[in-house]
C-alpha cells in the first residue's frame, strides 16, 4: 500500500507538471484527489492493516494528497498568470494609431445671447426673477393695467386654458408678482427670462413661441434719464461701443410714459441702409415708467415709489448681433446653422 501511494504521487505530479491549460489540470485534481480516485481507492483497503500501520499508512496519504495539491496550486498560479499575459497581449492598443475625431458641441446662440444679457444686468447690481409660464389672467393682464376687455388685450393673441388660466404672453406677470412678494417695500430690481406664447403664425419674424428678458427697477426717485442710461449701457454693451440710441413716444398699458428704443444701425453707422430700411435705426425693445396703477395695485405708494421697465426679445437681440434673417432657424435644431456658433463669445 505504501509503495501504491508512492506510485500514485509521482503520476499525479507528472500530469501536473505537462498540464497545459486550466482545463487539464482541473482533470488531474478530479482524477486524484476525488472522491472515485485511486487514492481514496487505496485508503479502503487499510482495514486489512494492524493497528500500529494505521496511523502510518494515513500520515503518508494525507503527506501524498498535500503534496499533489500543492503542485496542483503551484501551477494553477502560473497558468493564470500566462492566461492573463496572453490576453493582455492580444488586447495590446497601439497608441500611435491616430485617435478618433470627438465632435464637441457648443452653446446655441440664442443661450449665448440670453446669458450674456444675465452677465450684464447681474454686473448692473440686478437679480434673475422666474415665474411659471402657465399664468392667471389677473398677473398677465390685470395686474398691468389691463382690465378685462381692454382693447390692448388684441395685441397679445393668447392661448387659453380656461378663462382665468392661460399660457403667459410676456414675462411682465413675473414683474408683478414680484413687486407683490415686496409688499409696497423696495428697491426692486430685477430681469426676468423666459419662454412666452402667442398665437402667431410662424414666419420670419413671428413665432407662436419665444423668449423675452425684462427688468423693472422699482424705487424712490427713480427717474426717466436713470432708464435712458441703463438702456445706453446695454446697448453698447451687446452691439459696439460706438452705438447710440434714441427713444421715440410709444403707448404700453403698464408704462406711463412710455417709449420704443431704437439702435443706430451697424451696417451703415446711422446713414441709411436696406438693413434699417434708410432710417438709419433699428428697434430693439420697449420700455417707460411704470404706470402708477401698476404701482398701487402691487402694493406701493405711487406717490412715493417710482420705477421704469422694459422688455425684449433675445431672438431679436441675436437676429441684430449675429446678421440672421430668419427666427426660425434657432429652434429647426438644424446642426449647419448652430456649427456657425461654436466659436461666438
Request: net charge negative; aromatic share 8%; hydrophobic share 35%.
Amino acid at each position: 500500500m505504501q509503495e501504491r501511494l508512492q506510485e500514485l504521487k509521482q503520476e499525479a505530479l507528472q500530469k501536473v507538471e505537462v498540464a497545459l491549460d486550466l482545463k487539464q489540470l482541473n482533470e488531474v485534481r478530479v482524477a486524484y484527489l476525488g472522491k472515485k480516485g485511486p487514492i481514496t481507492e487505496v485508503l479502503r483497503g487499510m482495514g486489512t492493516l494492524s493497528a500500529e500501520e494505521r496511523p502510518i499508512m494515513g500520515a503518508l496519504a494525507n503527506e501524498v494528497r498535500e503534496a499533489i495539491s500543492t503542485a496542483i496550486q503551484e501551477k494553477q498560479d502560473i497558468l493564470e498568470k500566462e492566461a492573463v499575459a496572453k490576453k493582455l497581449a492580444s488586447e495590446t492598443i497601439d497608441v500611435t494609431l491616430p485617435g478618433r475625431p470627438v465632435k464637441v458641441g457648443g452653446a446655441h446662440p440664442l443661450t449665448k445671447v440670453i446669458e450674456e444679457i444675465e452677465d450684464l444686468f447681474i454686473g448692473m447690481g440686478y437679480t434673475i426673477a422666474e415665474g411659471p409660464e402657465v399664468e392667471r389672467d389677473y398677473y398677465n393682464f390685470e395686474a398691468l393695467n389691463l382690465p378685462k376687455g381692454h382693447p390692448a388685450r388684441d395685441m397679445q393673441d393668447s392661448f387659453y386654458i380656461t378663462d382665468e388660466i392661460l399660457l403667459r404672453t410676456h414675462t411682465s406677470p413675473v414683474q408683478a408678482r414680484t413687486m407683490e412678494k415686496h409688499e409696497g417695500k423696495g428697491p426692486v430690481k430685477i430681469i426676468c427670462p423666459g419662454k412666452v406664447y402667442r398665437r402667431d403664425n410662424d414666419d420670419a419674424t413671428h413665432s407662436h413661441q419665444f423668449t423675452q428678458i425684462e427688468g423693472l427697477v422699482v424705487d424712490k426717485n427713480i427717474r426717466m434719464s436713470d432708464l435712458k442710461g441703463t438702456l445706453e449701457v446695454f446697448a453698447k454693451k451687446m452691439f459696439g461701443d460706438e452705438r447710440e440710441i434714441r427713444l421715440r413716444p410709444s403707448f404700453f398699458p403698464f408704462t406711463e410714459p412710455s417709449v420704443e428704443v431704437d439702435v443706430s444701425c451697424g451696417m451703415c453707422g446711422g446713414n441709411g441702409c436696406s438693413i434699417c430700411k434708410g432710417t438709419g435705426w433699428i428697434e430693439i425693445l420697449g420700455a417707460g415708467m411704470v404706470h402708477p396703477n401698476v404701482l398701487e395695485m402691487a402694493g406701493f405708494d405711487s406717490k412715493v415709489y417710482t420705477g421704469f421697465a422694459f422688455g425684449m426679445g433675445p431672438e431679436r437681440i441675436a437676429m441684430l448681433k449675429y446678421g440672421i434673417d430668419d427666427i426660425r432657424h434657432f429652434y429647426t435644431n438644424d446642426v449647419r446653422f448652430l456649427q456657425q456658433f461654436k466659436q461666438v463669445k
